[in-house]
């Protein structure tokens, strides 16, 4: 799978749009770019996936450049409760093995008042 | 629909005991997996069951880690005789299919081996 790259901490404040980027510049042509969100004692949980252009649902919005190095996943006016760790796992969602994601670091991001 | 769900959330042992850990997935999720995040680490793949069988063990550090999945519902994870650097936080998830975008992960059993 791609190696990711993202920041190690960001902090907003509640109202904001928090925009998280993810580098991967060795992604292959079946890769998709999924985030992930993981609260304190909880384990992650799938908030987004896409392949290119622009991915919305009710939670997030996920923006790929055509040249798919990057990504980036937008957070539209944060709450407090959108304080958890980031990830991003660029892999072929279909028959990728588990045994080959990577979650990386993480983007640790804290929502302040 | 109760999510995947993990006993005990926490526990403290010391180092040469056996600990048991337990997942039960969601009701029809024939994927179950291990995974766990050992102090300061990136979390990390164990073990990929399909129903009662072990698709890939190729994460499991060591044989005094042994997981079991008998009759294809909950799973277990003794680590026996524990070892300071297990200590970690062990995830399971589950899924129908095997694409990972599709797996529900437990809260997590937080494990301290002192």
């Known amino acids: 799978l791609a190696k990711t790259t993202q920041p190690i901490s960001m902090d907003s404040y509640e109202g904001q749009e928090v925009n998280i980027t993810c580098s991967h510049n060795?992604?292959?042509?079946?890769?998709?770019i999924t985030w992930y969100q993981q609260f304190p004692s909880q384990g992650p949980r799938f908030i987004i996936q896409g392949y290119k252009t622009k991915v919305t649902n009710e939670v997030a919005s996920l923006f790929i450049p055509a040249d798919r190095k990057s990504s980036t996943l937008s957070l539209p006016r944060v709450s407090l409760s959108d304080t958890a760790v980031y990830y991003c796992?660029?892999?072929?969602?279909?028959?990728?093995?588990?045994?080959?994601?990577?979650f990386g670091s993480g983007t640790r991001l804290s929502i302040r008042p | 629909e109760a999510g995947v769900t993990q006993f005990p959330s926490h526990s403290v042992i010391e180092k040469g005991q056996t600990v048991t850990l337990r997942c039960d997935p969601i009701s029809g999720h024939d994927n179950l997996y291990w995974y766990r995040r050992v102090m300061g680490k990136e979390i990390k793949f164990l073990l990929h069951?399909?129903?009662?069988?072990?698709?890939?063990e190729s994460g499991m550090p060591n044989n005094r880690f042994l997981a079991e999945r008998t009759g294809g519902t909950y799973s277990t994870l003794k680590v026996q005789p524990a070892e300071l650097e297990d200590s970690g936080v062990y995830f399971c998830a589950s899924s129908l299919g095997t694409g990972f975008a599709e797996q529900y992960f437990g809260p997590g059993t937080r494990l301290t081996v002192t």
């Open positions: 060795n992604i292959a042509t079946n890769d998709y």
């Open positions: 796992l660029v892999g072929d969602t279909r028959y990728s093995s588990a045994s080959k994601i990577i």
């Open positions: 069951f399909v129903k009662e069988s072990k698709q890939d």
